[in-house]
Structure formats: structure tokens, C-alpha cells
């Protein structure tokens, strides 16, 4: 059967960095993967961003969104169902930012995933410097998606101070009992710099598998609290684009802005912008598409617009 890891994250995370490196090191120990990219946007960035995995051991898939949730859930499955006759080792699959992650249980005990595939990790992302101000709705995605994980990742824990990183597990402990979930994070979590994971790390991600834990289920509309922005084809000036993206999370006018990301082009080579409350990064990267997209809540569009021109 084929195991299939489930990699979870609020948005801004570090979902898609973490894939890049565990998907690295299982295609170095010659096992032969797929990368599904479960997303509701329009135009799916990380796909983008994880473009350099595809070769011989290494086949990247998506879900495109944009319809409701039952048409989401059946494309998901006849996904899985493609990728099944594949002859993968591994499958991983990033979902959006706001996932059920009932819906990838669900799916994998149905017929006939459920006679190809077997659950191996599901593996949460967390950002080692959380806001402590997240809203309720916020709170409890971050919480649901805690919930079943076998590991809980830190993500960028060698920029974070020891307060910082024990202010996230008690948010994130915080959060669960929000939801009536008995469960309390420790030894699950594992803080530390991805660059420094050694194979002792990774066999202890590869290991960890999930947990079937009850809590209380609420109904989340994430296209009226959670909203993704699209500006295309701004040809947005990549010297002020820092700058620019500092104001937008600084001006509360512009709304409660979680992530920014996308491409700009300089020149005649592309960056990857990358931005969250704590940092802001452009980096090369050999293909890309002019676009941006802001991620949050209650976002103005005309506002942010004003700082990108």
C-alpha cells in the first residue's frame, strides 16, 4: 500500500519549505513520490514553488478550487484514485492553509482509496513566532488541524527566542482546550533549524503518524472570514517591494493580513516574494508568473492596492 503524509500548516506556515526538504530526502533514500497540491485558489504559488522537485522519482499533482466544498471533495478523490495506479513509494499532499482534516480521513477510508493507500504522518506546521492576536476563527483552524497531528513542526525556530517558541505551545495548548480537545502538546513538538535536521529528525517525522483525537467541530465559511487577494500583472518594482509589503502589515486599514506571496520580475530574472508579520524575503528563483496574492482577514483591496502602486 502506499503511504500517504498529510502536511498541514496555517497560512504562512511554512508548509511548502518543510515539503521542499522532506520531499528532497525521500527522493535521496530512492523512494519514488508524488506531491499533490490541495489548494482552493485560483493560481497555486507553491505548485510553483516546488516545480524544481519534478524528475524521474518525483511527480507534483493539484486540486484546483474554486467550486463548493462536495465538488471539492469528489475532485480530491478522483485525484487520489489517478495517483494510485502511479506505482508511488509515498504520496504527500499540502492542502490550503484552512483544511478539514476530516475530509483527508474521510477520503482515504472510502472505496477504493481505502484498499491503496494507508495514512502514514500527518505532520502540522507552526510558526515558531505565532501572533498571539489571532482571531477565534483563526484560533480554531489552527487548533483542528493540531489536533490529529503526529508531530507539530516550528518553523523558522532558529529566528525565534525561547519565550517566543514557549509563548506558541501555550497558544497552540490553549487552543486546543478551546475546542474541548484533552490533548496536550509536548514531545510532539519538535523546534528546531530545518537546515539542521539530521537523519535521526527525519526518521522521527517519517514515524510519528497521527493521532484520532475528538473535539468540538465548528462550521468554518473560509471565503466570508478568510480571504485571498489576486493582483496581477502589477509589474510591482521589486526595489520597493519590501518596503511596500512592511506598510501593508503595519497599516491596519489594509485589514488583518496574514501572508503575502507571489513572483516580481527584475529585469529579466524572477524573485519569490515571501512575506509574513516577522519576515520578508525575495529570493531568485528560475521560473514565475507576475503575481501577488495577499491572504487574511477582512483585507480592503483598494488600500492595499494604493501601497503596491
Known amino acids: 500500500m502506499v503511504k500517504v503524509d498529510l502536511i498541514t500548516g496555517f497560512l504562512g506556515s511554512g508548509k511548502t519549505t518543510f515539503i521542499k526538504k ?3 530526502y525521500l527522493i535521496k533514500q530512492g523512494l519514488n513520490i508524488g506531491i499533490l ?3 482552493f485558489g485560483a493560481i497555486n504559488v507553491d505548485m510553483m514553488l516546488l516545480r524544481e522537485l519534478e524528475g524521474e522519482n518525483c511527480e507534483l499533482e493539484m486540486v484546483a478550487g474554486g467550486c463548493d466544498k462536495d465538488c471539492y471533495r469528489r475532485r480530491f478523490k478522483t485525484k487520489l484514485i489517478a495517483m494510485g495506479m502511479c506505482g508511488y513509494d509515498r504520496v504527500l499532499i499540502e492542502p490550503s492553509g ?6 483527508f480521513f474521510d477520503a482515504l477510508h472510502e472505496e477504493p482509496l481505502d484498499r491503496w493507500y494507508q495514512i502514514g504522518n500527518v505532520i502540522t506546521v507552526v510558526d515558531a513566532g505565532l501572533d498571539e492576536k489571532l482571531s477565534k476563527e483563526a484560533d480554531y483552524v489552527l487548533a483542528s488541524e493540531a489536533a490529529s ?5 516550528l518553523s523558522k525556530a532558529q529566528n525565534a527566542s525561547e519565550e517566543e517558541i514557549q509563548s506558541t505551545v501555550t497558544h497552540l495548548n490553549r487552543a486546543l482546550q478551546e475546542i474541548r480537545c484533552s490533548r496536550i502538546l509536548k514531545d510532539e513538538v519538535i523546534c528546531k533549524d530545518w537546515e539542521a535536521f539530521t537523519e535521526k529528525d527525519y526518521q522521527k517525522i517519517m514515524e510519528s503518524g497521527y493521532v484520532a483525537e475528538d473535539y468540538e467541530k465548528r462550521y468554518v465559511d473560509q471565503d466570508k472570514i478568510f480571504q485571498t487577494l489576486f493582483f496581477m500583472d502589477e509589474k510591482i518594482d521589486a526595489s520597493k517591494a519590501k518596503n511596500a509589503v512592511k506598510k501593508i502589515f503595519e497599516d491596519s486599514s489594509c485589514g488583518d493580513v496574514f501572508r503575502m506571496k507571489g513572483f516580481l520580475k527584475d529585469g529579466e530574472k524572477w524573485l519569490e516574494l515571501n512575506a509574513t508579520h516577522h519576515e520578508t524575503t525575495l529570493k531568485p528563483i528560475n521560473v514565475g508568473q507576475d503575481v501577488l496574492i495577499v491572504i487574511g482577514e477582512r483585507l480592503n483591496e483598494a488600500k492595499i492596492r494604493t501601497y503596491l502602486e
Not at 484552512?98 to 475530509?103: E, G, N, S
Open 22 to 24: 522532506y520531499a528532497g
Open 37 to 39: 497540491e490541495n489548494d
Open 98 to 103: 484552512i483544511f478539514d482534516v476530516d475530509d
Open 149 to 153: 497531528a503526529g508531530c507539530v513542526l
